[in-house]
């Protein structure tokens, strides 16, 4: 059996990463995936991307967050977002990273893909077609359809929505981990997923699971960044 551990949308919350690695030991994995935004909103983006770099089993994609990092470092205008608190929490980020955590930033693709036991999975923080949508539950079947329909994957990995998910669609699987790193659905624990597969049968499992919260918290006032991320992590909702 091949085991895939499903991350995304880590938004620098490295506690929260710290909890799921306690809890699921990933060097007993094949593969562990990140669905993009691993920068933004924490105070740790440095400690979480340098626990990607160093995995030789990380499957790793640009998110719109670290886009927008990037595009800061580059000297260019950030048109978005418009909020000041969320402009402070990105040029933050862009001024702490360390210049090996830019580099590899920047060498992150938009998309990837891989095989295990002969099943092809592509990992997109969007979707396959487009990198900005962002797919939720509730989102009419009729586009999962249009997405698997000359799909060369039998799995697509996204995240972006930050809603776990798990859909199969016209024989397609469609799984969504939802937030390690910045919960929107009032439940402020850590989610992520596992993906299981023999003899080309595919299991996924969601989790959700506690973390240190006030370690977040405590990162977010030393370094006296907005107090509406504090309420965000305790109450795990989106506020602004
Ligand atoms: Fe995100």
């Known amino acids: 059996m091949k085991k895939v551990l499903i991350l995304g949308d880590i938004h620098a919350n490295y506690p929260a990463l710290k909890a799921i690695q306690n809890y ?3 060097n007993s994995f094949d593969r562990v995936v990140n669905t993009g935004d691993l920068t933004v909103y924490s105070t740790f983006p440095n400690e979480t991307i340098k626990w990607f770099r160093e995995s030789n089993k990380s499957v790793c994609i640009l998110g719109n967050t670290d886009k927008r990092v ?4 580059k000297g260019k205008k950030l048109k978005k977002p418009r909020k000041r608190e969320k ?3 990105y040029f933050w980020t862009s001024e702490n990273l360390l210049p090996e955590n830019v580099k590899y930033l920047r060498s992150l693709p938009k998309h990837s893909d891989f095989k295990i036991d002969n099943i092809h999975i592509g990992v997109f923080h969007g979707t396959f077609d487009d990198e900005n949508e962002t797919l939720f539950p509730g989102t009419p ?10 799909s060369p994957f039998q799995v697509h990995i996204m995240g972006h929505s930050h809603v776990p998910y798990y859909k199969i669609v016209s024989g397609v699987h469609f799984v969504n981990p939802g ?5 929107f659905d009032g439940d402020p624990r850590t989610s992520f997923a596992i993906l299981k597969a023999s003899s080309e049968r595919i299991k996924i499992e969601h989790f959700r699971i506690p973390y240190p919260v006030e370690e977040v918290i405590k990162g ?9 991320y504090t309420k965000m992590y305790r109450t795990g909702k989106k506020l602004n």
């Not at 079947?141 to 000359?150: I, P, Q, T, V, W």
């Not at 937030?179 to 919960?183: C, P, Q, T």
């Not at 977010?220 to 509406?228: E, Q, T």
């Open 24 to 26: 699921v030991r990933p």
């Open 70 to 73: 990037l595009r800061i470092l």
């Open 87 to 89: 402009r402070v929490m």
């Open 141 to 150: 079947e009729s586009r999962f359809r249009k997405l698997a329909k000359g």
């Open 179 to 183: 937030s390690v790193g910045r919960m």
């Open 220 to 228: 977010l006032k030393k370094n006296r960044l907005p107090d509406i």
